[in-house]
């Protein structure tokens, strides 16, 4: 029981985590969904992290990982409805406190010259002083010319440092990592094959990989340093410091010292290899031989055991006296 409660507590906050992050990226492109969108997507990221965390060698354990955090979303879900329920009950409240409350203009006494040229050519239309003035206190104000919702691109915004430096430097690594996760995900099943060990679908995954990665590391360090650039700016027009920038900006060039690092001792010799085996015959190992024995019931290799020695044991089948070399 006491584990069964744990367990409900670590999904629970991970939910909560995911869905307060999500939430934050997807209320900047719609208010109406939110919920729904946020809490989705929170499940479907925790799912797909603790299956492919339980494969330890084997298929991934989706199954049990929805199991495990169902009714933790599902509470969290609940929580962040009533919440955006009571949050646009209170925002219209206040709206029409705020229409009801409004002063009334001041009236003036009309006069001939008071009156527009168009009011006399349109008897049809009212003028100012024949609308009630409990209409014009709830008359909404005219919409102002431009978008409704601009610099509303995250991608951009945080290219170009718009960004709070909080937001930029935590909550874009995790943006970023999720997509570079799915893209990874979405790229294995694309160059998945059955047909056995095949370097060459192995290198143009690696090479896709980590180009996606590249790009999306690029984007996140570029726009956290113009982030915490303008925090300083910021910080310095109000004659404060700014701690938080220089250290981030330290974090920054100490996580691209560590990306070219990994970068240059992992996926470079792997792609050379990848390469040469898949193109050029693998020259580093010596080509091979094989003969029949024993009238066809033993082979003999000789040389360098590489890649296409079994796929050309297969279809070639050398009899007894006949040697096949590559």
Excluded: C
């Amino acid at each position: 029981m006491a584990f069964l409660f744990e367990q409900f507590i670590g999904g629970f906050l991970i939910a909560l985590v995911l869905t307060t992050i999500i939430s934050a990226i997807v209320g900047r492109f719609t208010t109406s969904s939110r919920v729904f969108i946020a809490n989705g997507l929170s499940l479907i990221i925790a799912t797909l992290l603790s299956g492919l965390g339980r494969a330890d060698g084997n298929d991934p354990d989706f199954v049990s990982a929805f199991g495990d955090y169902a009714l933790p979303q599902l509470v969290v879900f609940a929580i962040d409805f009533l919440r955006s329920r009571g949050a646009a009950a209170r925002r219209r409240s206040k709206a029409e406190s705020m229409a009801f409350n409004r002063p009334d203009p001041p009236m003036s006494d009309a006069t001939p010259a008071d009156v527009k040229p168009g009011a006399l050519s349109n008897p049809a239309a009212p003028s100012d002083l024949e609308i009630d003035p409990q209409q014009r206190m709830l008359a909404p104000p005219a919409a102002q010319a431009g978008p409704a919702h601009p610099g509303r691109n995250i991608i951009a915004r945080h290219w170009r440092g718009e960004l709070r430096l909080g937001w930029s430097f935590w909550g874009i690594a995790v943006l970023g990592n999720i997509v570079a996760l799915f893209t990874i995900l979405a790229l294995n099943l694309i160059f998945s094959t059955d047909t056995g060990y095949d370097p060459a679908p192995i290198f143009w995954l690696n090479v896709l990989t980590w180009l996606v990665v590249t790009l999306i590391a690029i984007w996140q360090v570029v726009g956290t340093w113009r982030s915490a650039t303008h925090h300083a700016e910021r910080r310095a027009a109000l004659n404060r410091g700014a701690f938080w920038s220089r250290a981030a900006k330290v974090s920054l060039g100490l996580g691209v010292l560590r990306f070219l690092s990994d970068l240059i001792n992992g996926p470079a010799p792997q792609l050379a290899e990848l390469y040469d085996m898949a193109w050029r015959g693998d020259s580093r190992l010596p080509a091979y031989s094989l003969r029949a024995m024993r009238d066809g019931t033993e082979i003999e290799i000789e040389g360098g055991i590489k890649f296409g020695l079994a796929a050309d044991f297969t279809w070639r089948r050398p009899i007894d006296g006949d040697t096949t070399s590559q």
